[in-house]
């Protein structure tokens, strides 16, 4: 199993550019979520999804949309990049509720 | 508000020299209390999940306990590859609330 996995790994965007970051779970997990973590502060809810077909708003939404694709597949969208979205990206999966969570490597991106 | 403080925010230790690092929380009713390590680079690894107060769990060098107040993850003879930065979350809202971590390093 390669569990959860997040592409691309790296990503350099311009100020207005937008951009697909992508997330995939081998594990037959309900739920997905998208964090973005920062120095110095915790990891921070961006979107989740419970189930398929259903997504939610975290504690830091905005400037971000998410499509949950299947029951496998989660992806987080930037519409038009601003450098305070510059941060490292990690999707997660799990059971249907707060259990503990699997985490992908993560996608370190910069906005300039 | 919810809220989740560790602390320290870094932690350097001896190899073999014990201690402990602390997660304070409050939040509105505790459903679940988390603990995360995570390596340069890489995603949080999960841990343990404590649910309720003088609960303890075990695993190798590392021991967590839960209080109604706070969390305490207790490392025992540490090696160099206990260095990481370990994270605590608290389940609320059908959310977890992230600390910010600490980052333990062990020199040998």
């Known amino acids: 199993n390669a569990g959860v996995t997040q592409t691309p790994k790296f990503q350099v965007l311009k100020t207005g550019q937008s951009m697909t970051l992508q997330c995939a779970q081998d594990?037959?997990?309900?739920?997905m979520y998208w964090y973005r973590q920062d120095p110095g502060m915790g990891l921070r809810l961006i979107y989740y999804?419970?189930?398929?077909?259903?997504?939610d708003k975290g504690e830091v939404p905005n400037g971000y949309n998410v499509s949950r694709l299947n029951k496998r597949e989660f992806s987080l969208r930037l519409e038009s990049a601003a450098p305070s979205q510059t941060s490292v990206y990690f999707c997660?999966?799990?059971?249907?509720?707060?259990?503990?969570?699997?985490f992908g490597p993560g996608t370190r991106l910069t906005v300039t | 508000e919810d809220q989740v403080t560790q602390s320290p925010e870094a932690l350097r230790l001896q190899e073999g020299e014990s201690s402990s690092l602390n997660c304070s929380y409050t939040?509105?009713?505790?459903?679940?209390l988390f603990w995360y390590r995570q390596d340069p680079g890489k995603g949080p690894e999960f841990l343990f999940t404590?649910?309720?107060?003088?609960e303890e769990k075990e695993k190798e060098r590392l021991k967590a306990t839960l209080t109604k107040k706070e969390s305490f993850l207790h490392i025992t003879a540490p090696k160099p590859e206990d260095s990481a930065t370990y994270l605590c979350?608290?389940?609320?809202?059908?959310?977890?609330?992230w600390g910010a971590g600490t980052k333990l390093i062990i020199k040998p």
């Open positions: 404590l649910y309720s107060a003088g």
């Open positions: 939040v509105s009713g505790l459903r679940g």
């Open positions: 997660a999966s799990g059971l249907a509720g707060v259990v503990e969570q699997y």
């Open positions: 999804s419970a189930s398929e077909g259903t997504t």
């Open positions: 594990m037959n997990h309900n739920s």
């Open positions: 979350a608290v389940h609320s809202n059908y959310q977890l609330i």
